[in-house]
């Protein structure tokens, strides 16, 4: 049985809100503090990253590192009771973002990863 609502939230086909595991959950929950824009909570302004913005951004090392370590220090502030960040890659190509995730989930000690990708287009 899951205890958790999936992300985005859905019904499912019995026609109640859809649920998801511990594992997919957090992958959610990562995917919520990458891609949300500081200032579009509106009781938690400071939360989120704001990597969207970089997609179109020129590129380079040193704007790859310092986005690594930016978000690993969002994903360590906010998800820190159920995870603890190994590693963050970011790759950007044309308008496409792509950022690896791998992490260890604190309530079992399981090696966990995270590959999401965002497009700046509709």
Known sequence: MSRH???PFRID???RSAGTTDEDHVRDLIEQ???TVPGERVNRPDFGSGVLQLVF???GQELAGAVEYSL???LQRWLA???QV???EVASEEAELRVTVRYVLLSTGEPGTAVLEQGAGP
């Open 13 to 15: 086909a019995r026609g």
């Open 72 to 74: 690993q220090g969002a």
């Open 57 to 59: 951004a020129p590129g």
């Open 86 to 88: 190994e590693r963050v």
């Open 81 to 83: 009771d159920l995870i």
């Open 5 to 7: 609502l999936d992300f």
């Open 33 to 35: 503090v990458l891609f």
